[in-house]
């Protein structure tokens, strides 16, 4: 039986089952993850992080969940109650939907059922994800225009054009997977790489994915929604209690889902690694063993998202909508166009992939070199241009002199003498 088939006879309880244990999955890695990056970026930051809560400080984000329902509302009295309410759970439940098209193992039996680990397998789950994720940003949106606060709304702002920016190169790096496997199935893309991951046949859209999925959770670098130096706290300034819990259960849930979404396209889902897939005719890609490789190839993106935390700062504005905008959609368009022409020119010659893939190299690193070849624009001299630093903000005339305070206290002093004698003139005519 096929997938599709297999998941179409679940009964109810099992159906039931699969989908509490993907809110379970959701929250359990949530609670790992929180305490996971407190305690890594404490190692980087030469501090120990999290230790008191239970053994080694790994129940800290246990004792956080359970506080936080019981901290005080605050809600503003400028806030649009029914969209505030609203806000956090428009965040949090599409994330938990996009898990339900991951595949997170082959067929096995549950007391005695025969089924497929995954909730449902749709012909579209590709698109079903990629419009999980641009609904979640509606709850970012809605949560800065309800909190009737000037700092929220200019947090939703940013996060809306951050998310739509990258949403759409995540959405390019994709094609070339597709194209490849000829279905929007994410159980197809996993089968088709049983010759072969897509991380290395197929590096542009692996680099481009990985790019955009920091940037689609708003994570550091790119944690611009939550810029605590500019914002405040971004989005959820106003917002406590349960509701705030919401909003972090969401980012976490969400950085969850995309990585085991580029599991899914470019590690071969649940598939052994090499050496142990050539073991006693595939055993470890049979049974409940897949479910391991698929969790900790979710894991090395997760440490991803902390690694970057830990060491790369936050980007300005500017500098990460022309990253997404002239970098990333660009050479997304021009790799589509090679993958396209690539596979064509294969069916008709009946070359070899390995040949079509050196090929497709050697004009990559040509185009890249030739960008960096081409000469700049030229300016004229008289043209009249203010100086600026490296990120475009104007900066005072290097020749500005600023007099010293004996020249700024002169007019200050003839201003009140102009003054009082004026005053003295208006007595003595008011006297005649």
């Not at 984000?61 to 609203?86: M, N, W």
């Not at 990629?130 to 702002?157: D, N, Q, T």
């Not at 390019?172 to 197809?188: E, H, K, P, Q, W």
């Not at 197929?202 to 670098?221: H, K």
Request: hydrophobic share 50%.
């Amino acid at each position: 039986m096929t997938r599709a088939e297999l998941l179409a006879d679940d009964p109810l309880w099992l159906i039931l089952v699969k989908a509490v244990a993907l809110l379970l999955i959701g929250m359990l890695m949530t609670l790992f993850m929180i305490v996971l990056e407190r305690k890594v970026v404490g190692r980087m930051q030469h501090r120990p992080g999290p230790n008191r809560v239970g053994p080694g400080g790994w129940l800290q984000s246990l004792a956080d969940g359970l506080k936080l329902p019981f901290k005080e509302q605050v809600i503003p009295d400028t806030a649009d109650r029914k969209v505030y309410f609203l806000a956090p759970i428009l965040s949090t439940i599409p994330a938990f939907l996009a898990l339900s098209v991951i595949p997170f193992g082959p067929e096995v039996s549950i007391f005695g059922e025969r089924t497929v680990l995954q909730l449902v397998d749709l012909p579209v789950g590709v698109l079903v994800i990629l419009a999980c994720s641009s609904i979640g940003v509606y709850g970012i949106v809605l949560a800065g225009w309800a909190s009737g606060s000037p700092y929220p709304l200019l947090g939703g702002l940013r996060s809306a054009a951050q998310v739509i920016s990258y949403e759409i190169a995540m959405g390019l790096s994709l094609v070339a997977v597709i194209l490849y496997t000829g279905s929007m199935s994410t159980g197809d893309i996993v089968d088709a790489q049983a010759g072969g991951w897509y991380f290395y046949l197929l590096i542009p859209s692996f680099v481009i994915y990985m790019v955009s999925m920091v940037g689609e959770t708003n994570r550091a670098p790119f944690d611009l929604p939550e810029a605590e130096s500019e914002l405040v706290g971004g989005f959820h300034t106003e917002y406590s209690s349960m509701k705030f819990a919401l909003f972090f259960l969401a980012e976490y849930v969400n950085m969850v889902m995309v990585s085991a979404f580029c599991t899914t396209l470019f590690l071969g889902g649940y598939m052994a690694p090499w050496p142990l897939s050539a073991i006693n005719d595939n055993m470890f890609n049979t049974g409940w063993w897949p479910m391991l490789w698929w969790l900790g190839k979710t894991l090395i993106f997760l440490f991803l998202f902390i690694w970057l935390r830990g060491t790369l700062p936050r980007l300005r504005y500017d500098q990460f909508m022309r990253l997404g905008w002239k970098v990333l959609v660009p050479a997304n368009l021009v790799w589509i166009v090679l993958v396209v022409a690539l596979r064509a020119f294969r069916n008709e010659a009946e070359i070899s992939a390995g040949t079509i893939l050196t090929a497709g190299g050697i004009v990559l690193v040509v185009l890249i070199g030739l960008s960096f070849l081409l000469p700049e624009r030229s300016v004229p001299d008289d043209e009249d241009r203010v100086p600026v630093t490296g990120g475009g903000y104007p900066i005072p005339p290097l020749d500005l002199v600023v007099p010293d305070r004996a020249q700024l206290a002169k007019p200050a002093r003839q201003r009140r003498k102009r003054q009082t004698a004026s005053v003295g003139a208006a007595e003595k005519e008011t006297d005649q």
